[in-house]
Nanobody, 116 residues
Framework: QVQLVESGGGLVQPGGSLRLSCAVS????????MGWYRQAPGKERELVAR???????NYADSVKGRFTISGDNAKSTVYLQMNSLKPEDTAVYYC??????????WGKGTLVTVSS
């Protein structure tokens, strides 16, 4: 079955960096249709960054210039490089895949905590 497994979360000080990884299995991998979302305590899940089926990249306004989504087809992995982290970036980060048929797949998430 399709599995998405996130890793790379942790505790980081404000201004620091983290790189999240999402390993995808059980489906022919394409970076198109991949995305990162996050959910902070008491808030709804929100889009962080995604690559559309057409290959366009979208970022939330709050992370533009700080976060970068990328992928490695050979490793079936998508990354989220997060720089200049802020306390408001604290959340559980989820990886999403939208298949060519429009099916959503989600990982279980990885916690990012930005705190001094």
């Amino acid at each position: 079955q399709v599995q998405l497994v996130e890793s790379g979360g942790g505790l980081v000080q404000p201004g620091g960096s983290l790189r999240l990884s999402c390993a995808v299995s059980g489906i022919i991998f394409s970076i198109n249709g991949m995305g990162w979302y996050r959910q902070a305590p008491g808030k709804e899940r929100e889009l962080v960054a995604r690559i559309t089926s057409g290959g366009s990249i979208n970022y939330a306004d709050s992370v533009k210039g700080r976060f970068t989504i990328s992928g490695d087809n050979a490793k079936s992995t998508v990354y989220l490089q997060m720089n200049s982290l802020k306390p408001e970036d604290t959340a559980v980060y989820y990886c999403q895949k939208v298949s060519a048929y429009g099916t959503d797949y989600w990982g279980k998430g990885t916690l990012v905590t930005v705190s001094s």
